[in-house]
């Protein structure tokens, strides 16, 4: 079972914020392979917001998890705790 993460940015559709969402990598490919909704949920530090994927967010979440599959699990979790602090 792939338990590896990526993480990838989003933007809060509140108050237009982006940060950083964390989720299982194979659950997003397998998403946006079979055409599935996509749910994104907001963390921002004012808002918790869930919604389904745009086509220009599948694209964008696209682009990140086949950057980062070349990368390994280990530096996308340093990719994030560097992002993050
Ligand atoms: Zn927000």
Do not use: K
């Not at 079979?34 to 745009?54: D, F, P």
């Amino acid at each position: 079972m792939d338990r590896s993460t990526i993480c990838f940015p989003v933007t809060c559709p509140c108050c237009g914020q982006e940060y950083l969402m964390v989720s299982n990598r194979n659950l997003i490919v397998n998403a946006l392979a079979t055409e599935q909704r996509l749910a994104l949920s907001s963390v921002c530090a004012h808002h918790r917001v869930m919604w389904v994927a745009n086509e220009i967010e599948r694209h964008q979440i696209q682009e990140y998890a086949e950057t980062l599959h070349c990368r390994g699990s280990r530096r996308v979790r340093n990719c994030c705790d560097a992002r993050m602090h």
